[in-house]
């Protein structure tokens, strides 16, 4: 392209990752400003947005000695007079501006010493080209080393502006028009113009409206159809009776009765699991509210049947501890139940994998090792995986290729996702949703307290021991660190002996032989140790009830629905429970408010969506777990829902018009569908 040099598209290359011509048109201005007003300085105030003035320079002087110099330009418009000023770049600034000469200064009014002054403003030659036709002017981002090259906002400007025209009218249309009459929604090519070079904000909004809808739609056309697919393609197990086991265990072995809701979802996947199609359903339920004891009950209807099956843990505790809950709850029953992690080694591995292949094995229970290993089994009908924020779309495939034909899958995931963006994470799965704890749960009492007063914690967590309960301490590191200032498990491990000298202490962290930690939660879950102090491995499904106080130190540096998550450890039993956060008195605004959003409420669901208002769905864990690949540059599912739902509809609407893809209307849309997924990363592997 005319004005990029090879030194020039390196630059783009490495710093922006702009490479084609598709590229730089898809890389959108992060804002635009109104060029089509001028404010005079006699009319300017300190609380006013951005402005832009016109005029010129009567002087510059430069002020202050060390880091206090600044350069101050005297500059008037004709009706006034006032200071600009700058704190950096002085040698630039005097070398480039003249004065006398009529500039457009573009920044926002600030009042020092009662007088108004702009600090830093964009300033651009009054007789420049592009201004004199823009009244919108769109601003891109740049990385330091592009400003050093002279590389500006300035200079994508023109690079859009020649490609934009080069490519005059000759963008392809990528909807179909009867989808675009319907929305009313603009060409592609119009909307990439505007979303560059728009007249009007309503224009701007009309066209990042139809580019937002687009990735959305391609997004949901993409699971849809896959979803459509598969079951058209893959034949489930099917399981015709609910079988002696399950009605055995429901009768005479279950401690408690089962929750409305649980038997509800034991419903709905029992109703899948007979349906002749592979189940692929994700269980969300809130922490404690009983999904593994839904796993056992609908791994009893599976082995009814004849078939095997396997739960999948994201750690080695919770893989133990999975195993012993379900082999004291089977002891009367005959069903065999075996562990297979990275510590199980030598004779031992080997007469568990002898018994997945013979069959002998009914219910296996494990980590990543079921996947890495060659683990084969004799005929695996149902697979579980717990606490699915682990595990990606291409572990879950793998699992598939185990026995001789897909199983049904059944993911369980405490985090609860808000309805939007669970239909883009986990669009090809369908949902069951426990929404209701188990009887006689008291609410957690969540209570934030401050470093500097560690009384009032000793005290909290004593009378609790008094009570013979027993008490989390989790940090987030395991060892003291040069590089950050945070409290580390082994400190505390020390100081909580020496705190609670009555008393036994264990400690659980990432960096112990697994042995050893089993050794030392074993200590715990037993109620040999009262103390559990912990890093955050003990994040997800252990269950000791007993337990009545989770300590979270420097609490101001986890994730809410890490919070959430450790919070869920205790409340298990009947009596009250509290979750103290610990913090230091200065923190920032976010970590504030996830700390306020603890102490109010105890709803999963309502964490969830403040966590994904205040991180944005970018860095949600997992994004990738869906298997989409794409990458959303506009549209953004915490704020888009509304969109997302149109583009989910719209989607449906196309596929259940046009199953066969024989609509030649529709040609674009198969046709550019497999142009984005051969540019992405490619997630045809799960099909
Ligand atoms: P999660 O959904 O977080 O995995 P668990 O399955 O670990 O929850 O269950 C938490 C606790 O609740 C366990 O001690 C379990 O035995 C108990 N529980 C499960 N279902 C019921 C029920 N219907 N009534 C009473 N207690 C239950
Ligand atoms: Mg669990």
């Known amino acids: 392209m005319p004005g990029i040099g090879p030194q020039r598209a390196k630059l783009l290359e490495s710093e922006l990752g702009l490479v084609s011509w598709y590229d730089l048109l898809y890389y959108f201005p992060y804002k635009h400003i109104d060029r089509s007003r001028l404010y005079q300085i006699n009319e300017l105030a300190p609380d006013m947005p951005f402005v832009q003035l016109k005029g010129v320079f009567l002087s510059f002087e430069e002020n202050g000695i060390g880091r206090k110099k600044h350069l101050i330009g005297h500059f008037t418009d004709g009706k006034g007079v006032m200071d600009v000023v700058w704190f950096n770049g002085l040698r630039y600034i005097t070398s480039h501006l003249k004065t006398h000469q009529e500039y457009i200064l573009f920044g926002k009014p600030s009042a020092f010493n009662g007088r108004i002054q702009l600090n830093h403003p964009d300033v651009d030659p009054a007789d420049s080209l592009m201004l004199s036709k823009m009244s919108m002017q769109p601003y891109y981002n740049t990385t330091e080393r592009m400003k050093k090259a002279g590389m500006t906002s300035r200079t994508l400007e ?387 009830p007993n337990a009545t106080v989770m300590v979270i130190e420097n609490a101001e540096r986890f994730g809410l629905s890490q919070l959430h998550q450790l919070r869920g450890r205790v409340g298990r039993g009947s009596d009250h429970s509290y979750c103290i956060l610990v913090t230091g008195y200065e923190l920032s605004k976010d970590s504030r408010r996830r700390i306020e959003i603890m102490t109010e409420t105890n709803d999963g669901f309502e964490i969830s969506e403040a966590d994904l208002k205040l991180r944005g769905p970018g860095d949600l864990e997992g994004t990738q777990q869906s298997g989409v690949a794409f990458d959303l540059k506009l549209a953004n599912l915490a704020r888009d829902g509304q969109l997302v739902q149109l583009a989910r509809d719209t989607a449906n609407w196309v596929l259940e018009n046009d199953p066969f893809q024989q609509n030649p209307d529709n040609k674009i849309l198969w046709a550019h569908l497999q142009e984005l997924k051969q540019n992405n990363e490619d997630w045809s592997v799960i099909s």
């Not at 133990?320 to 562990?339: G, W």
């Open 158 to 544: 023109h690079f859009t502006n020649t490609l934009l025209n080069q490519l005059n009218e000759s963008i392809p249309e990528t909807l179909p028009t009867y989808i675009r009459d319907r929305l009313k929604l603009m060409s592609l090519n119009e909307a990439l113009r505007v979303a560059h070079y728009p007249t009007s904000a309503l224009q701007l909004s009309n066209a990042i409206y139809r580019l937002k809808f687009e990735e959305l739609f391609y997004v949901q056309l993409s699971i849809l159809r896959y979803s459509m697919e598969r079951q058209r393609k893959s034949k489930g197990f099917v399981f015709s009776v609910v079988g002696p086991l399950f009605h055995t265990f429901f009768q005479s072995c279950l401690p408690f009765e089962l929750t409305e809701a649980q038997k509800r979802v034991i419903r709905e996947m029992r109703k899948d699991m007979c349906s002749g199609r592979q189940m692929n359903r994700l269980l969300q339920g809130d922490v404690g509210s009983g999904k593994t004891l839904v796993a056992l009950m609908v791994m009893l209807i599976a082995i009814g049947n004849g078939y095997q099956t396997c739960l999948m843990a994201p750690t080695e505790i919770l893989a133990e501890q999975h195993a012993e809950t379900f082999r004291s709850m089977l002891r009367d029953l005959p069903v065999n139940v075996e562990l297979l992690t990275g510590v199980v080694k030598g004779k031992r591995r080997k007469a568990v994998l002898e018994g997945l292949t013979d069959g002998s094995i009914h219910i296996l229970i494990g980590t990543h090792a079921i996947i890495e290993d060659p683990v084969q089994f004799s005929r695996l009908g149902l697979v579980i995986i717990d606490e699915q924020h682990r595990f990606g779309v291409a572990q879950r495939a793998r699992l598939w290729r185990k026995s001789v034909a897909p199983p049904h899958v059944l993911v369980m995931t405490a985090t609860p996702i808000p309805r939007t963006l669970a239909m883009t994470l986990y669009g090809d799965l369908d949902v069951s949703v426990i929404n209701e704890l188990p009887p006689g749960r008291k609410p957690i009492h969540t209570i934030h307290m401050y470093d500097e007063r560690p009384q009032d914690l000793y005290e909290r967590i004593g009378q609790q021991l008094r009570l013979g309960r027993q008490a989390y301490v989790v940090y987030p590191l395991v060892k003291e660190s040069e590089k950050v200032d945070l409290k580390n498990a082994e400190q505390g491990f020390a100081h909580f002996q020496q705190i609670f000298a009555h008393y036994k202490v264990s400690m659980v962290h990432g960096q112990m032989k697994a042995s050893e930690k089993e050794e030392q939660m074993q200590r715990f879950v037993s109620g040999e140790t009262q103390i559990l102090v912990a890093t955050t491995v003990i994040e997800v499904g252990v269950n000791v």
